[in-house]
């Protein structure tokens, strides 16, 4: 690897006990040119040293390095494009899957294009944690835990095969077994080194520890000062095969947290807060980052709590700096001695460490919260900015089944469940989880829920009946800490058995409610209830029977399994009754903070880090027994379900072709505001009579081995089938609310298919497609196949109002143009139906941000011509555009 060219002359050495560490100084260069920049958010003087470190006067040049310090008088407001390259990468097996596919296709495509297969191999060092497939089948027993583990290595041993074959043919790639904790968690807790060192050229080069994460939630990490986001599958590839992440010098909006959070306030409640008001404020595409004399009374559990919900608070990332509490992490968690201390010394030296005393930033502007206001809250029915007081949640489930949901009538009337004593209704809880790495990586919010089923307990008070109960811890950290304190037993008597160590319910693997509770929802139309510890409520996320869903902190998920309904005031309402007949409030049950703070003391030990990831990657007996197949190309099983290789670069050539205008295309689907990729990718349980299912059932694979999408990414015939086929997506073309599902009407036809049945019919009529959405299109998780399904079904464009920023990248790393309305209007106030045609010429002269004119034909001749702005935004998306996507332009650069 070739040394910076270092213009601003700041190689310098840091000497860290006896070992001495070469290191691009910021000092230096503010010295040497680069004025000013110690005012820098710390996340910025993060960018910039890497920019430092990796400039080679082509993808980074002086003038990119000197637009950091410019961005002092712009504050990112000026656009510009740099070459980001981050220090690892970290995947979940959902979308880690899928990039082993590709990464195997690529080798194969290797070797078609007369290159070494092997040159398709990771550059950086990259992570890949099996958190994503466990699913919640049993729960409330002893049990459930073996059960579920058993299960899931039944449904998946064919995937698991291929990633040990992966982690034999890949260098740089490790895989952390099923069982072993939630990515981010793991992340947190053991992978991360918040500075980052390795030999090259014969020095030890130190470095801040950077990442980019499969999974919109690894901005967790940045809660212990590591810059971490997430992206699509297909930038994280390009990562890995040495490509630097292309992006736009953001804004930092600087949140400035004072004050301390009240007794029986949690951290939970928090970040509901912080969410609620950065999303109202509007942060897509910029970093959030923490500062303030708040930060004292904040842990890194507290920290990376809050980091974590970047995605739903909209922005890159929610950066904490380093200082006094990252050290004390890191002696909990059993990093080094010597670790610590590099990361001391360096980050003093860099500028990098947060004192008390310390100078606030530089921020493109300023948001300013007092801890001590934050209330006990919960985010729902929907949304995870729609945080409600903890008093409010009760009338604001009543007006939304008046307005959303629109029962009116028969609102208190409970139906008998067959089988069993006790009826249901509208608010009832039927799910209460425990899962999540937002909140299951925080001692406090857990020990809190151990104590207050103890508590609970103590007065004699239940979980109701139809409330089905997980615990899903983020690492064997947490079962350990609940086994050797007694909180466990204390869950297990509520029904909080261990299910598994995975995301569980907060991704949809909630797994089926017992069958008469789920009959008697679905026949009654009720509007049931889940409460989880999770970042993510949108609807039908959680469970296909499941319409409203809270995010809470793990003691409220306790509280509300005793309750069972959300349509009670757990401020004013007694919990239930003790044995004598007592009413029982949450108050009198609620543990102190210094309760949990002495049991985080006693048994949140460095010892127990450090039995718990001393053998990390080895796995339990079902992993060690799996058997894989060797070789450094994969062969590949045409009968396969669950992997087969992908078309992508089938009859591809060393040169790109021209993109092509888009003429005459038809309309996929007309899609309103808010559009998540949960609804765009195929996500969650899959129906027999879907044309997944069908897929399945023709090639011989019982309903009951169906398992779900996620387990399946690794086969793009069932994840295409499977795209904008979400139950609770809507698309216009069919009526003024659209129709629930993934419906359209083919044209000139008129009839109502599926819209994998339209694609495909349109896909032999030669008949290239569009899409047209509103704001915020593609908002929520960074699903790769969102992007892979939307160039699969042949569209060529998607024209929305606004786009959330890692899907709008993917669309562009699959050959997908993303367009926005150049003029303030929608598809709406265009009149269409979904029966126009759509004309976009220019394709191949087009340029980064560049407005072009989508000519629309109306179905009665007339033709309109609508201002575009192309949001292909920096001169490399231009470049894999123009390749086909991301994969392609990597593939022909190593092949060159």
């Given at each position: ?343 001391e010394a360096y980050c003093k030296a860099q500028g990098m460490w947060r004192e008390a005393d310390s100078e606030d930033p530089v921020f493109t502007e300023v948001l300013e919260l007092d801890l001590s206001t934050v209330v006990p809250s919960m985010a729902g029915p929907k949304r995870p900015e729609g945080r409600n007081a903890l008093e409010e949640v009760a009338p604001n489930f009543e007006t939304a089944l008046a307005t959303e949901y629109r029962k009116t009538a028969d609102t208190d009337k409970r139906y008998a469940v067959e089988g069993e004593e006790f009826d249901l209704g509208h608010g009832d809880v039927v799910i209460a989880a425990i899962t999540s790495c937002t909140n299951t990586s925080n001692p406090s919010v857990l020990i809190a829920a151990g104590l207050l089923a103890r508590n609970a307990n103590r007065r004699g008070l239940k979980r109701k009946p139809w409330v089905k109960t997980s615990l899903a811890p983020g690492s064997q950290v947490v079962a350990e800490y609940y086994e050797k304190s007694g909180l ?409």
């Amino acid at each position: 690897m070739a040394h910076s060219l270092d213009s601003f002359n700041c190689r310098r050495t840091l000497k860290v006990g006896d070992q001495e560490y070469t290191y691009y100084d910021l000092k230096e260069a503010e010295k040497n040119g680069l004025s000013g920049i110690s005012r820098l958010p710390f996340s910025m003087k993060v960018l910039l040293e890497n920019l430092l470190r990796k400039e080679d006067g082509r993808s980074v040049t002086r003038d990119s390095i000197e637009a950091v310090a410019a961005w002092l008088d712009d504050k990112g407001s000026a656009g510009v494009e740099i070459a980001y390259s981050p220090a690892r990468v970290l995947m979940q097996d959902f979308t880690g899957v899928p990039a082993v596919v590709d990464l195997a296709a690529m080798r194969d495509a290797m070797a078609s294009l007369g290159g070494d297969p092997e040159k398709i191999n990771p550059l950086v060092p990259v992570d890949l944690v099996i958190d994503h497939s466990v699913i919640v089948d049993e729960f409330g027993t002893p049990l459930a835990f073996s059960r579920n583990v058993e299960l899931e290595y039944k449904r998946n041993a064919e995937r698991y095969r291929f990633l040990k074959w992966g982690q034999q043919a890949f260098k740089n790639f490790r895989v952390v077994p099923p069982g072993t904790g939630i990515c981010h968690q793991v992340n947190l807790e053991y992978l991360a080194r918040t500075v980052w060192s390795h030999e090259e050229d014969g020095r030890l080069l130190a470095y801040p520890d950077t990442c980019v994460g499969t999974d919109s939630h690894t901005t967790m990490v940045n809660g212990l000062g590591v810059l971490g986001w997430g992206v699509g599958g297909i930038e994280a590839e390009a990562a890995m095969l040495g490509q630097p992440v292309s992006m736009l010098l953001p804004e930092v909006v600087g949140f400035k947290l004072s004050g301390a959070l009240r007794e029986g306030v949690t951290a939970t409640d928090l970040v509901l807060t912080v969410t609620q008001m950065l999303r109202k404020k509007g942060v897509v595409g910029k970093f959030v980052e923490f500062f303030g004399p708040g930060l004292a009374s904040m842990t890194v559990a507290d920290r990376a709590t809050i980091g974590n919900m970047a995605p739903e608070y909209g922005a890159t990332c929610g950066f904490f700096p380093v200082d006094g509490e990252t050290i004390k992490y890191f002696d909990v968690t059993n990093r080094s001695s010597e670790q610590a201390a590099l990361v001391e010394a360096y980050c003093k030296a860099q500028g990098m460490w947060r004192e008390a005393d310390s100078e606030d930033p530089v921020f493109t502007e300023v948001l300013e919260l007092d801890l001590s206001t934050v209330v006990p809250s919960m985010a729902g029915p929907k949304r995870p900015e729609g945080r409600n007081a903890l008093e409010e949640v009760a009338p604001n489930f009543e007006t939304a089944l008046a307005t959303e949901y629109r029962k009116t009538a028969d609102t208190d009337k409970r139906y008998a469940v067959e089988g069993e004593e006790f009826d249901l209704g509208h608010g009832d809880v039927v799910i209460a989880a425990i899962t999540s790495c937002t909140n299951t990586s925080n001692p406090s919010v857990l020990i809190a829920a151990g104590l207050l089923a103890r508590n609970a307990n103590r007065r004699g008070l239940k979980r109701k009946p139809w409330v089905k109960t997980s615990l899903a811890p983020g690492s064997q950290v947490v079962a350990e800490y609940y086994e050797k304190s007694g909180l466990q037993k204390e869950l297990d008597q509520l029904g909080f058995n261990l299910v598994g160590f995975g995301c569980t319910t907060c991704i949809g693997n909630s797994g089926p409610l017992p069958e008469p509770i789920s009959k008697t929802v679905n026949e009654q139309a009720l509007i049931g209830a889940s409460v989880l510890s999770g970042n993510r409520n949108f609807e039908g996320r959680v469970s296909p029977d499941v319409q409203a869903n809270y995010l809470a902190s793990p003691p409220l998920v306790v509280a509300y399994a005793i309750a069972g309904t959300v349509r009670k005031d757990l401020t004013k309402e007694p919990l239930g009754e003790d044995q004598d007949g007592n009413p029982v409030y949450l108050r009198d049950i609620w543990p102190t903070s210094a309760e949990v703070q002495d049991f985080i003391a006693k048994h949140v030990t460095r010892e127990l880090f450090a039995s718990k990831y001393a053998d990390v990657f080895k796995g339990d007996e079902y992993w060690r027994a799996l058997e894989a197949p060797a070789g450094q190309t994969y062969s590949w099983d045409r009968d396969s379900t669950y992997v087969q290789n992908p078309p992508y670069f089938e009859g591809m050539e060393r040169k790109p072709h021209p993109a092509g205008d888009i003429k005459g295309a038809h309309i996929l689907g007309l899609f309103g505001d808010k559009i998540t990729t949960d609804h765009i990718s195929p996500a969650g349980s899959i129906k027999a009579q879907s044309p997944a299912g069908q897929y399945l059932l023709d090639h011989g694979v019982s309903i009951a081995d169906f398992n779900q999408y996620g387990t399946r990414r690794g086969n793009h015939e069932v994840m295409m089938r499977g795209t904008f086929a979400n139950i609770r997506i809507r698309n216009h073309m069919l009526g003024e609310n659209g129709r629930e599902g993934g419906y359209t009407i083919h044209y000139p036809s008129g009839e109502e298919m599926s819209i994998y049945e339209a694609a495909m019919r349109y896909k032999q009529e030669g008949v290239p497609l569009v899409v047209f959405a509103g704001v915020e299109y593609g908002n929520g998780s960074s699903r790769d196949w969102a992007a892979k399904g939307t160039n699969l079904l042949g569209v060529r464009a998607v024209i929305a109002q606004s786009f959330e920023r890692i899907h709008r990248s993917n669309l562009v790393g699959m050959g997908v143009v993303p367009f926005v309305f150049a003029e303030d209007t929608s598809w709406q106030e265009l009149g269409l139906k979904g029966n126009e045609t759509v004309t976009i010429e220019g394709l191949d002269q087009i340029r980064p941000r560049a407005t072009m004119t989508a000519k629309i034909t109306y179905a009665d001749g007339q033709v309109k011509d609508v201002p575009l702005l192309c949001r292909i935004d920096t001169l490399d998306e231009l470049e894999y555009f123009r390749n086909g996507g991301i994969l392609h332009y990597v593939l022909r650069d190593l092949a060159a």
